[in-house]
């Protein structure tokens, strides 16, 4: 009966949680932190500005990487507010609605990114198997139609994820476990059946991240037996080279990701400081090792980050 009394209830907001065990260094883990947060809106945002200005990197493989780049920039915005806040002014708590706000856009720019690194692979598919015809099957169309369902895809599969979990009344803990929302920390914390939540939750992760892994699997494999069918040694190597890059932002982006699922599902008896680490990992390493593996390959970049740099000490100078 009492259940019943509170069976509309929700918190109206929710108590964030930094890294357990490590509170008293919060004001000097805030410095590195912010770096990191620098380094990934820079990195990113140098790539979209070179990409955008660079007529010379106005091709698919390019137009791809400007895409991964906004999802990563995306990524990192969504968590940035709560963790500096955090880290840097002891702030813990979260408005219930802005919570479900930040989960959605974490969820949907994390399914856009996954959907990317999809595309990309099927650009390095055809830049290897037809390469004569790369210019011609992805063009300028195929690719932004190719972007708009990417884009669709992730909003509408992650729509219904907030409405699920404000249908449930949360009425005990309103204690979460990371720096920021996530579906299955907050699902966890509901005083009622969660079924349909977990099961459109599983739904949604085999229609995105399971199925896009699949698919960059078997798109390697081809790869893989094209690249073998070369007579040349050289052309063999010169064929993986390209392939590098994408396969180092994939490694980036599934590797925090199975590591996080696996702990939510099996590692209920780890410490919650290996929770933290995992789920700040799974957001916070794609979009700042993105940049980096994609400066190192790229000249244009490299050349602009030097500009960058030469023009702010110039103006520093003057």
């Not at 069976?7 to 805030?30: C, N």
């Not at 493989?61 to 840097?88: E, K, V």
């Not at 996530?182 to 509901?190: N, P």
């Not at 059946?193 to 199925?211: D, E, M, Q």
Request: hydrophobic share 50%; aromatic share 14%.
């Amino acid at each position: 009966m009492a259940d019943n009394n509170y069976s509309h209830f929700q918190h109206p907001y929710f108590v964030l949680t930094g890294i357990p065990g490590l509170e008293q260094k919060y004001y000097w883990m805030a410095f590195p932190l912010g770096a990191i947060y620098i380094i990934a809106l820079f990195g990113n945002g140098v790539i979209i500005s070179t990409i955008k200005s660079e007529s010379s990197l106005h091709i698919p493989m390019y137009y791809f990487l400007f895409m991964l780049a906004l999802a990563d920039m995306g990524l990192a915005l969504c968590t940035l507010p709560s963790m500096l806040g955090i880290f840097w002014f002891n702030y813990k708590s979260i408005a219930f609605d802005a919570c479900l706000v930040q989960m959605y856009f974490i969820h949907t720019f994390s399914a856009i990114e996954s959907g990317v690194l999809v595309a990309m692979a099927f650009d390095r598919v055809v830049a290897i198997w037809d390469p004569l015809r790369y210019g011609t099957i992805l063009t300028n169309g195929v690719v932004g139609r190719t972007g708009a369902i990417i884009l669709t895809r992730a909003v509408f599969v992650v729509f219904p994820v907030p409405f699920l979990i404000k249908r449930l009344p949360f009425y005990r803990s309103n204690i979460l476990s990371h720096s920021f929302c996530l579906h299955q920390d907050v699902m966890r914390l509901a005083c009622a059946s969660t079924r349909v939540n977990s099961l459109y939750g599983l739904i949604a992760v085999i229609f995105t991240k399971g199925s896009d892994s699949l698919s960059i699997l078997f798109s390697y494999v081809f790869i893989f037996r094209t690249v073998m069918a070369i007579a040349s040694g050289k052309g063999r190597l010169k064929a993986l080279n390209t392939c590098v890059s994408h396969i180092c932002a994939v490694l980036i982006f599934y590797v925090p990701l199975i590591g996080v699922s696996v702990i939510h599902r099996f590692g209920k008896h780890l410490s919650p400081l290996t929770h933290a680490l995992m789920a700040n990992a799974y957001l916070l390493v794609p979009p700042v090792l993105n940049p980096i593996v994609y400066t190192v390959k790229t000249k244009e970049i490299r050349k602009k980050i030097i500009q960058i740099f030469v023009q702010t000490k110039i103006t520093a100078e003057g």
